[in-house]
T-cell receptor
Framework: DTAVSQTPKYLVTQMGNDKSIKCEQN?????MYWYKQDSKKFLKIMFS???????INETVPNRFSPKSPDKAHLNLHINSLELGDSAVYFC????????????????FGNGTRLTVT | GDSVTQMEGPVTLSEEAFLTINCTYT??????LFWYVQYPGEGLQLLLK?????DKGSNKGFEATYRKETTSFHLEKGSVQVSDSAVYFC??????????????FGKGTKLTVNP
């Protein structure tokens, strides 16, 4: 009954490969996010989607492409992986802040640790 | 841009000790402020929040007061337990857009409480 689940938990791959991380939420939220935590532990937003529409797109290389097949899923595909992509990637979800149901905090998954060798 | 600075860890305390984790922020306007906690093996979860100056957020014995004059939001607990061992993240809400909220996080402070 995990609220926000992401797979895989660990991902080790070589430079130049293409990989995907999947995220699913069963909370009925409209908004989903990807955050990246780098080696210095800074947690920074990458993308947000609201009901399958891209809302926030921070300065992220276009090798990163989020895809939202429906509002319960937000996958992250990374092309041509580089050493600097090694990080922990967190998926999160929240209710649409415009829904009028009060403040909705972000609910995070447990993270995917990506190591590029 | 907006930023959050919190004290470097790790912090190690004995059970029942007093806890303070400092957090200061830089922002234009008056952002909402948060503390998130990450227990071992889990995702981040909201611990408490404050939306305007002088507001005090509290939860599970933890408290933090929004101080506009010092741009601070320090986390405190009077008596920590072993179960409080976790990583604590201070954050501010930079903006909302299209129903999404952009949070800016500090680096996190790892707390270990020994019995």
């Amino acid at each position: 009954d995990t609220a926000v689940s992401q797979t895989p938990k660990y991902l080790v791959t070589q430079m130049g490969n293409d990989k995907s991380i999947k995220c699913e939420q069963n909370l009925g939220h409209d908004t989903m996010y990807w955050y990246k935590q780098d080696s210095k532990k800074f947690l920074k937003i990458m993308f947000s989607y609201n009901n399958k529409e891209l809302i926030i797109n921070e300065t992220v290389p276009n090798r990163f492409s989020p895809k939202s097949p429906d509002k319960a899923h937000l996958n992250l595909h990374i092309n041509s992986l580089e050493l600097g992509d090694s990080a922990v990637y967190f998926c999160a979800s929240s209710q649409d802040l415009r829904s009028g149901t009060g403040y909705s905090p972000l609910h995070f998954g447990n993270g995917t640790r990506l190591t590029v060798t | 841009g907006d930023s959050v600075t919190q004290m470097e860890g790790p912090v190690t305390l004995s059970e029942e000790a007093f806890l303070t984790i400092n957090c200061t922020y830089t922002a234009t306007g008056y952002p909402s402020l948060f503390w998130y906690v990450q227990y071992p093996g889990e995702g981040l979860q909201l611990l408490l929040k404050a939306t305007k100056a002088d507001d005090k957020g509290s939860n599970k014995g933890f408290e933090a007061t929004y101080r506009k004059e010092t741009t601070s939001f320090h986390l405190e607990k009077g008596s920590v337990q072993v179960s409080d061992s976790a990583v604590y993240f201070c954050a501010l809400s930079d903006r909302t857009q299209g129903g999404s909220e952009k949070l800016v996080f500090g680096k996190g402070t790892k707390l270990t409480v020994n019995p």
